[in-house]
């Protein structure tokens, strides 16, 4: 996939209720997503033992395939349901996608992506024109003296 701009980011969302049973491919896919305009969500439910998911996530060191390849950076976001389970559904949400923006920001910094430009008819000084004004009810009126 080629981009000239920062304008295209996927996020894929998985949600399991059980173990990795090929964690070897698993991980070189991973690594290998790492160098595309990608995040990777996995949400676990239920009581399985989510530990390979943990270890997907990166944040105790860069991901590396089983032939050593490293990640280009982390792009996994895990978390188990059951945390929330009795959380307010805005805490999920939060710990779900925490480090998607810093995701997007590293990709397009490590690809060198800048911003795309504005659409043509875009306003420049990113300010809401006020709503015209209503009639007045009076100046609309017939007036009685000429």
């Known amino acids: 996939m ?6 295209q980011y996927f996020v894929l969302l998985i ?3 059980g173990v990795i049973t090929d964690m070897d491919q ?3 896919a991973i690594v ?40 280009m950076r982390d792009i996994v976001q895990f978390v188990p349901f059951r945390q929330f389970q009795r959380a307010p559904r805005e805490a999920l949400a ?9 995701q997007v920001v590293d990709f397009f910094r490590t690809m060198k992506l800048p911003p795309p430009p504005p659409p043509p008819d875009a306003t420049t000084n990113n300010t ?17 003296a000429w």
């Not at 080629?2 to 304008?7: F, I, L, M």
């Not at 709503?131 to 100046?139: G, L």
């Open 128 to 144: 809401i024109a006020p709503a015209p004004a209503a009639p007045d009810s009076q100046a609309s009126a017939p007036s009685a």
């Open 2 to 7: 080629q981009q000239n701009t920062a304008s």
């Open 26 to 28: 698993t991980r070189s």
């Open 32 to 71: 290998n997503a790492s160098r595309l305009p990608m995040s990777i969500i996995i949400i676990g439910v239920g009581g399985a033992d989510f530990s390979a998911m943990e270890f997907l996530d990166g944040d105790d060191g860069m991901l590396r395939s089983t032939t050593g390849e490293a990640a």
């Open 15 to 17: 949600i399991t209720d």
């Open 94 to 102: 939060k710990s779900v996608l925490a480090e998607v923006p810093g």
